[in-house]
C-alpha cells in the first residue's frame, strides 16, 4: 500500500515556475515508479511525466518537454514536478502516481488527491 500527498499548487503568472511535491509513505519508494498527470475541467486525465524507480530514467509529455523536470528523492520518500514557463493551457488539478514507469494512467496502482495549479494570462 502507497499513501500518496501532493503539494505545491497555486496560482502563477504565465511564464512563472512553481514546484509540485508528493509526499510518499508506505511501501519503500524506491519499489516503484512515479508518474504526474492532470486533469483539467471537462478534459481526460492527460500524461504529464514519469520516472522510473530508481530516478535514473524519465520521459515528458510533448506538451511538457523541456520546460517540465520531474525527479524523485528516494531517501526523502518524496517526488517532484518543476514546472517552469508556464502557460494558461497548463492550468489543471495535477496528480502524482505510484505504478510501472508508462504514460498509460491504468499503469498507477496509487494515485494522490491532487493540487490545482491555475496560471493566468
Known amino acids: 500500500q502507497v499513501h500518496l500527498v501532493e503539494s505545491g499548487g497555486g496560482l502563477v503568472q504565465a511564464g512563472g515556475s512553481l514546484r509540485l511535491s508528493c509526499a510518499a509513505s508506505?511501501?519503500?519508494?524506491?519499489?516503484?515508479?512515479m508518474g504526474w498527470f492532470r486533469q483539467a475541467p471537462g478534459k481526460e486525465r492527460e500524461f504529464v511525466a514519469a520516472?522510473?524507480?530508481?530516478?535514473?530514467?524519465?520521459f515528458y509529455a510533448d506538451s511538457v518537454k523541456g520546460r517540465f523536470t520531474i525527479s524523485k528523492d528516494n531517501a526523502k520518500n518524496t517526488g517532484y514536478l518543476q514546472m517552469n514557463s508556464l502557460r494558461p493551457e497548463d492550468t489543471a488539478s495535477y496528480y502524482c502516481?505510484?505504478?510501472?514507469?508508462?504514460?498509460?494512467?491504468?499503469?498507477?496502482?496509487?494515485w494522490g488527491q491532487g493540487t490545482q495549479v491555475t496560471v493566468s494570462s
Open positions: 502516481a505510484a505504478g510501472e514507469y508508462y504514460s498509460d494512467p491504468s499503469a498507477y496502482d496509487y
Open positions: 520516472i522510473n524507480w530508481s530516478g535514473v530514467s524519465t
Open positions: 508506505g511501501r519503500p519508494f524506491s519499489s516503484y515508479a
